[in-house]
């Protein structure tokens, strides 16, 4: 669903290219008694290269262009490399040059909507409106099958700012598809990512609230039967010694197993900490995430696993719904005094930070860890968080 308006793109774009070949070439093609050219190609080549030549070399170039489009939204990625983008974005423009192919800077600008920010877009809007207009007061009786009607019926003084006004109009019309497209993929993924978060906190937040029970419940009565068993050893004689000392040994064998579950629990929880952190993080599309968890964790307390986890979960989600950043960089590390949870982002920053639920709740569940949070933030320095937290040595 998220990738509904790239693949919208994709078709339309494709489509354009196909019918847009086909009409010039076929209109080229009943132009030949009148030695009338339809494309640059066309006026550049004449009288070089036999026409069916260049209908081949133009049909080639609507088939590159369509290529080019397919290739910009098979990315669907709203952070793929600009480079790349616009490579192919400059290859569709000069062909659209070499083909009279006007509807080709619509599809341009679309596809800058969908992948660049609104200053840079609407230079490019602008540019493309300005060539156009060029392009077709330049060569008016090459591009006079287009707009048949208005060839020759109006002056030019008046035409072209008619045109323009027009070509900027629709130009800006289809660049605004191109950004609420790119909004609502990136609005898609980022509600994936949220829901994979939840996911994850779910599952460890469950998985610490059988650790606790079984710690708190079942641990300390099988204890204070244990000590009730090992007393009444001592005071039973006869064959009766011999079945309470029988039930004392059941009980330590069970307390045993219990102890086993739960360092299990949090040896899993421990292992699994870096794979939470980076199932998170890959299913975020913007910003990238970049996760550098210590591999040695073998000891971690499991209320620390799942503080750690949450704090982790409140930078990625600061880093997607406030910081406009391109960059999340994460890293626990684990010390003889405890561990340290750093997150920063190349976002914008604020000069005043407002603690909003998410910050406050990770301050308290640190706070009852005796541990504390550091925040550094200022603008276009981006955020930053710093969490530490101390052994925390529990018994069964």
Request: net charge neutral.
């Amino acid at each position: 669903m998220t990738q509904k308006p790239f693949q919208l793109l994709r078709i339309s774009g494709v489509l354009a290219c196909v019918v847009s070949g086909l009409l010039t070439i076929t209109d080229q093609i009943h132009m030949v008694p009148t030695n009338s050219s339809v494309t640059a190609l066309q006026i550049a080549l004449t009288g070089k290269l036999p026409l069916w030549t260049i209908i081949l070399l133009e049909a080639f170039g609507f088939g590159i262009n369509g290529w080019s489009v397919w290739l910009v939204t098979r990315i669907e990625e709203v952070l793929a490399p600009r480079k790349r983008i616009l490579a192919l974005i400059y290859v569709q423009v000069l062909l659209a040059f070499a083909l009279f192919s006007l509807d080709t800077f619509y599809i341009v600008a679309a596809e800058i909507g969908l992948f660049f920010s609104l200053r840079y877009g609407i230079a490019w809007i602008v540019g493309l409106a300005v060539s156009e207009t060029a392009l077709y007061f330049s060569f008016p009786q090459a591009l006079s099958w287009l707009y048949p009607g208005a060839y020759g019926k109006m002056a030019w003084t008046s035409t072209v700012p008619v045109f323009a006004a027009a070509s900027l109009i629709y130009h800006l019309l289809a660049y605004s598809m191109g950004r609420l497209g790119a909004r609502e993929y990136r609005q898609g993924k980022e509600l994936a990512a949220m829901q994979q978060v939840e996911t994850e906190s779910a599952r460890l937040a469950e998985r610490l609230s059988i650790a606790r029970e079984l710690h708190d419940s079942v641990g300390h009565h099988l204890t204070a039967l244990s000590v009730h068993l090992q007393l009444a050893s001592r005071l039973v004689t006869g064959n009766g010694a011999s079945a309470v000392g029988e039930a004392y040994q059941i009980t330590q064998s069970l307390l045993s197993d219990v102890r086993n579950v739960v360092t299990n629990l949090r040896d899993m929880d421990s292992a699994q900490l870096t794979a939470a952190i980076n199932a998170m993080a890959s299913s975020v599309p913007t910003p990238q995430i970049h996760v550098d968890v210590d591999s040695e964790l073998d000891d971690i307390e499991p209320i620390t696993n799942h503080v750690l986890f949450r704090c982790a979960q409140e930078a990625i989600t600061n880093a997607i719904r406030h910081s406009n950043a391109r960059n999340l960089w994460l890293e626990v590390r684990h010390s003889s005094v405890g561990y340290e949870l750093k997150a920063h982002d190349d976002g914008k920053g604020v000069a005043l930070l407002r603690s909003g639920n998410g910050l406050n709740g990770i301050r308290e569940r640190v706070a009852d860890l005796g541990g504390d949070i550091l925040i550094r933030t200022a603008p276009g320095k981006g955020f930053e968080l710093t969490v530490k937290i101390p052994h925390r040595k529990e018994a069964l």
